[in-house]
């Protein structure tokens, strides 16, 4: 009795040692015959992994075209274009600030904006959008105060605290100011430490708050190389901004920071020197440069 149960048990164990070892070398082959086809071919065919890897790279390719085509974009601002600056004052103030980089991104242009540095941490995230943009972001002192009734102590303090909040939202150091109510004296541009911004077309929408009056303004004084003041704290100013833009471009317009403008136009900024616009050099201007 015994032995026939160890003879059953050998039997069994034998039996089920080659049930595995057969289905294991038939699905072995069944996976090489799958890896085969995948990975070779014959002439004039092509493998599903190649097809795969092929996609795959063309959608690179597809994604490195698009990229060349903003990076290599050919309505990259020249010396010989006709420029403009605008400029922004007071903000930022979101409803605002917002509607005007709407406007400026639809037509792939740059503005200026004099940040007033106690808004800066409520209005961070229009900062940083604008700086992402590649528009400019420069102080407009901390507390908007008239820098020449202050100290030289207390006008950089006023500085140093702007500049500080405004970086730490836009990323990037602030390397330009424009005085409060555009107010100079000695004491200031011996003591400002950057270049300072005014300009040559005043919108005057401080005073309208009307976006056709504030139209009208600009357009009957603009030229190239002038820069513009506005304020974007001012819904009529962002209406305003909306039609001026697409009336400029159409007249061959460009729209560039202060620091392209001025580099652009080989004009070399001063700290404490002030810069009102950056008209074309003539060929007489040209030469004396060379």
Excluded at 211 to 219: G, H, I, R, Y
Aim: negative net charge; glycine residues 6%; proline residues 4%.
């Amino acid at each position: 009795m015994k032995r026939d149960f160890i003879g059953k048990a050998i039997f069994f164990v034998a039996f089920v040692t080659i049930l595995v070892v057969s289905v294991y070398g038939f699905s072995g082959h069944l996976m090489r015959e799958r890896h085969n086809s995948l990975t070779t071919t014959k002439p004039g065919e092509t493998s599903e992994a190649a097809v795969t890897e092929e996609t795959n790279e063309n959608k690179t390719t597809e994604a490195t075209t698009e990229a060349e085509k903003t990076t290599n974009r050919d309505d990259l601002p020249s010396p010989t274009d006709k420029l403009v600056c605008f400029t922004f004052d007071d903000g930022p103030y979101s409803p605002v600030t917002n509607k005007i980089l709407d406007t400026f991104e639809k037509y792939n242009g740059k503005a200026t904006f004099f940040v007033v540095g106690d808004r800066a941490d409520t209005y961070g995230s229009v900062i940083k959008r604008a700086s992402d943009m590649g528009c400019e972001i420069g102080s407009h002192s901390f507390s908007h105060a008239n820098l020449t009734n202050l100290s030289v102590d207390q006008m950089q303090e006023e500085i140093r605290k702007s500049c500080d909040a405004i970086s730490k939202h836009s990323g990037k150091k602030v390397k330009i100011i424009r005085p409060p109510e555009g107010a100079t004296n000695d004491t200031v541009k011996a003591n400002i430490g950057m270049p300072m911004v005014m300009w040559s077309v005043d919108s005057r929408d401080w005073d309208y708050r009307n976006a056709e009056k504030d139209f009208e303004t600009v357009m009957d004084n603009v030229y190239d190389g002038s820069i513009i003041l506005m304020h974007d704290l001012y819904p009529a100013t962002a209406d305003a901004v909306a039609r001026l833009v697409p009336a400029l471009a159409d007249q061959g317009y460009k729209f560039v920071t202060f620091s392209e403008l001025m580099e652009l136009r080989g004009v070399d900024v001063q700290p404490g020197e002030k810069y009102f616009s950056a008209a074309p050099q003539t060929p007489a201007e040209d030469a004396e440069t060379e």
